[in-house]
Every structure is written in structure tokens, then in C-alpha cells.
């Protein structure tokens, strides 16, 4: 796995880009000469956690024949500002889903990617509490 960052101004606007030259955008706060052009790192970093368990979530209620009508996934952190490096501490992810669908299967599914599969979440949990539920919504 190899990524290559591009400086995109003369601020602090970064591109990232992965060996498949599929690109994000980075960008800094005001505060430190950011232009809000992108998503601050810490941000990237929990979209990849919300990111890797709903790829696991998804393919496991695939594989239990589950039918999904809609997915989303609401992810929040707070930082321990006191610190520097100012990492997560809580990190919370909340899924929610619609459809016809058993929430035992949901529940499971959803705990397997969080405890075992989602390799963010292991790195993650690391350093900060981890928690998550989730909610589905009938049709």
C-alpha cells in the first residue's frame, strides 16, 4: 500500500492519492493557514474507521441475505485537547440502517466488524473507547 501526498496551494491543501489514482483532499483549519478545502486528517481518520466497519456490516448481512434499503453511518470523537498530540479518546459510531431487516442479524454483524474484523477500529482502540449502536428504520 503505497499514498502520495500532493501540496495543492501554498497553504496547507493536501491531495492524497492511492497507487490506483483515486484522490481525497486535506486541508487545515483556518487557524493554522487552512482554507477549508478539504477534511482535516483527524476527520479522514474517522471516516476510515466509519468506513471499514460498514464495509464489514455490509458485506456480513450480504452473506446473511439481508436486505438493506438504506445505510448510513454517523461517526463522532472527541480529543483530549490537554495533550499534544491531541488524539481521540471516545470515539462513538452510530449505524443506522432501513429495511425489513433482523436485528439480531444487524446487532451481530455489526459487533463482529467492531470486535474482530475492522482493522481501524482495532488500531484505534488502542488509545481511545470505542463504543457504537445503531437503529433500523422500517420501510
Not at 478539504?38 to 466509519?50: K, T
Not at 433482523?102 to 488500531?123: F, G, H, P, Q, R
Amino acid at each position: 500500500m503505497k499514498i502520495s501526498i500532493q501540496r495543492a496551494n501554498s497553504a496547507v491543501h493536501l491531495i492524497a492519492t492511492n497507487e490506483q489514482n483515486i484522490s481525497i483532499s486535506m486541508d487545515g483549519s483556518p487557524q493554522i493557514g487552512g482554507m477549508d478545502l478539504g477534511m482535516r486528517p483527524m476527520e479522514v481518520l474517522l471516516s476510515s474507521l466509519a468506513g471499514c466497519s460498514s464495509m464489514d456490516v455490509l458485506s456480513i448481512l450480504g452473506k446473511m441475505k439481508e436486505d438493506i434499503q438504506d445505510y448510513k453511518v454517523e461517526i463522532t470523537g472527541e480529543r483530549d485537547t490537554e495533550q499534544v498530540p491531541a488524539i481521540f479518546k471516545t470515539i462513538h459510531v452510530h449505524f443506522i440502517l432501513k429495511g425489513n431487516l433482523n436485528t439480531k442479524n444487524v446487532e451481530k454483524a455489526i459487533k463482529l466488524s467492531m470486535d474482530k474484523y475492522c482493522s481501524v477500529s482495532k488500531m484505534l482502540e488502542k488509545s481511545a473507547t470505542i463504543t457504537h449502536s445503531y437503529e433500523v428504520l422500517n420501510q
